[in-house]
Structures are given as structure tokens and as C-alpha cells.
């Protein structure tokens, strides 16, 4: 069984590649199908549009070198907030106080820019929820989705060709690739083949 829902990673992607048309400094998104079922309490959003744009604020922020949170990516600072303004984003009310200004909420304009792009993602979201309905009774999730909160984001396992590891969170490594320090080449995340108990 194959644990990569290709529609959806599809649909995201290009999802992606509508705000590219608008904000050509963003970078490609490496690995959409890092972002389904990814949890992170920071962001505050269940996988959306609105979440997809705000995951593109970090992308354009990481192009700029601009450091838009802090407390391990929790917080998420006025550097943030300005870049999320730029995408159609927006914060009504003050920081929270732990996760600053993460809560953006799509504009009006942007709502309106990126109708078609959020319609066809919701189909695709809501055709993924179903096919995905009865793996949820029998699915370990993990310590993050039975606790609501991630930290900052569920980390995976991510190797090296040579041999060494690190844990990151995959919407980290999908921003830009980690490179290794003592070969040089690009941590990656393995691929599940098939996992089954007997």
C-alpha cells in the first residue's frame, strides 16, 4: 500500500505553483505530500488553502533570509506577519502570546484571486478525507495526534547516503534540502514500502 495520496499531492503542487504566479520568489515546494497529515501546532490550521499560503510566507521569508519566528518556529514575529500581508493574509488582533502571529486569516482580495485554486483544492481535500476515513480507527497517529500539539511539527527520521540521520520536521526539509556535513549530499526521507504486523 502505497502511503503518498498522489491526487492530493497533485492538487497541492499545483495549488503551489498559483502563488508562484503571483509571488515568483517563492521557492518550488520539494515534497507536497510533506504536508498531509502533518501536524503543527504553531500554524494552528488543519491542511488548506489558507495554510498552504501561510506555509508559503516561511518559503518567501527563507528566499528573503529573513528570520520570521522564533522558539524552535513557534513563534512567529511582525517579519512574518509583514511577508503574510504581501500573500493576502492577515492577523486582526495582537499576538498570541506563544505563537505570536500565526493565525493569519485569508483576505477578502486573496479569496477572490485564488477562487478557483482553494475550490479545487477543497474537492481534492474533501475526496482525501473520505478515502482516508476508515484507516483513521486502526492508524497509530503518534504522541502529536492524540496531544494536539506538535511542537512546532511532528519530526521524521531524515538519512544520508553515508549513513547519518537527523529528525526534522518535513515541511523544513521540504523549504530547502539539509545537506550533510561529512559527504555533502541531501538528508532525505525514506519512503515507507509497506508496513504490516504478522
Not at 500581508?85 to 502570546?97: A, F, I, M, T, V
Not at 561529512?182 to 509497506?194: M, S, Y
Amino acid at each position: 500500500m502505497s502511503t503518498t495520496p498522489p491526487v492530493l499531492a497533485a492538487e497541492l503542487a499545483q495549488a503551489w505553483a498559483d502563488i508562484q504566479r503571483h509571488h515568483t520568489e517563492l521557492p518550488d515546494l520539494a515534497a507536497p505530500e510533506s504536508l498531509i497529515g502533518e501536524s503543527s501546532s504553531a500554524c494552528g490550521h488543519e491542511l488548506s488553502f489558507e495554510r498552504l499560503l501561510h506555509e508559503a510566507v516561511h518559503g518567501i521569508a527563507a528566499a528573503r533570509g529573513v528570520r520570521d519566528t522564533s522558539r524552535a518556529g513557534r513563534y512567529h514575529n511582525r517579519r512574518f506577519l509583514a511577508i503574510a500581508e504581501e500573500l493576502g493574509l492577515d492577523h486582526p488582533e495582537e499576538p498570541h502570546p506563544s505563537s505570536g502571529f500565526s493565525l493569519v486569516t485569508l483576505t477578502p482580495e486573496a479569496k477572490r484571486r485564488y477562487r478557483p485554486t482553494i475550490e479545487r483544492l477543497q474537492r481534492a481535500l474533501k475526496a482525501h478525507t473520505v478515502a482516508t476515513a476508515t484507516d483513521t480507527a486502526r492508524s497509530f497517529r503518534g504522541p502529536a495526534a492524540r496531544h494536539g500539539s506538535s511542537g512546532g511539527g511532528v519530526r521524521v527520521k531524515a538519512v544520508c547516503d553515508c549513513g547519518r540521520n537527523v529528525r526534522v520536521v518535513p515541511s523544513v526539509l521540504a523549504q530547502a534540502p539539509i545537506m550533510c556535513g561529512g559527504c555533502g549530499k541531501p538528508f532525505r526521507i525514506p519512503e515507507v514500502v509497506g508496513a504490516g504486523v504478522s
